[in-house]
T-cell receptor, first 116, second 113 residues
Framework: GAVVSQHPSWVICKSGTSVKIECRSL??????MFWYRQFPKQSLMLMAT?????????EQGVEKDKFLINHASLTLSTLTVTSAHPEDSSFYIC????????????FGDGTRLSIL | GENVEQHPSTLSVQEGDSAVIKCTYS??????FPWYKQELGKGPQLIID?????GEKKDQRIAVTLNKTAKHFSLHITETQPEDSAVYFC????????????FGSGTQLTVLP
């Protein structure tokens, strides 16, 4: 159990376009979902935390107008990178947690975003 | 906030040997410590976790130990196999409802055949 599916796995697009990434919890209801960004050979950097039905909480330095997060249901969260530029190219990973403490956190397989 | 340090950053072992990765944390309120394995191009996969009311946990070839007094925890992999080669991340999460994980910097483990 505890499968998190992320789509797409890889996207290449032109500078200026917006890209939407979906994160779904397939076999459980995720009260909380998280979005991370990971640069090559580095650790995961938390971008934002979202709870179903409420606004996401963004980490310091993350532009909320740039990275739009929607958590409309207990099984789906989306991250939209608006007006993407080459510096937004990265590996984006979502994570979901069934309940609050002490449930473990499960990760999707990530989305490789390349902006040309 | 919480700060997690992880060592070593790279580790090479011969197949069949043991591998040990160590992490320290700063927030004494942390009570949950998972370990994740990340293969190239994939998301992190939870391999084992431990809560602060337990000192050791084992799952086949993988074990985790926790020393709350010293605020450090370690991952032990015995009888390593080439498929164990990956990046391993430790993490810590403080007690509380919506607290998120703080990750270590990762360890690239290479198991040489």
């Amino acid at each position: 159990g505890a499968v998190v599916s992320q789509h797409p796995s890889w996207v290449i697009c032109k500078s200026g376009t917006s890209v939407k990434i979906e994160c779904r919890s397939l076999d459980f209801q995720a009260t909380t979902m998280f979005w991370y960004r990971q640069f090559p050979k580095q650790s995961l950097m938390l971008m934002a935390t979202s709870n179903e039905g409420s606004k996401a909480t963004y980490e310091q330095g993350v532009e909320k107008d740039k990275f739009l997060i929607n958590h409309a249901s207990l099984t789906l969260s989306t991250l939209t990178v608006t007006s993407a530029h080459p510096e937004d190219s990265s590996f984006y990973i979502c994570s979901a947690r069934r309940d609050r403490d002490p449930q473990p956190q499960h990760f999707g397989d990530g989305t490789r975003l390349s902006i040309l | 906030g919480e700060n997690v340090e992880q060592h070593p950053s790279t580790l090479s072992v011969q197949e069949g040997d043991s591998a040990v990765i160590k992490c320290t944390y700063s927030d004494s309120a942390s009570n949950y410590f998972p370990w994740y394995k990340q293969e190239l191009g994939k998301g992190p996969q939870l391999i084992i976790d431990i809560r602060s009311n337990v000192g050791e946990k084992k799952d086949q070839r993988i074990a985790v130990t926790l020393n709350k007094t010293a605020k450090h925890f370690s991952l032990h992999i015995t009888e390593t196999q080439p498929e164990d080669s990956a990046v391993y991340f430790c993490a810590a999460r403080p007690r509380g409802s919506a607290r998120q994980l703080t990750f270590g910097s990762g360890t690239q483990l290479t198991v040489l055949p």
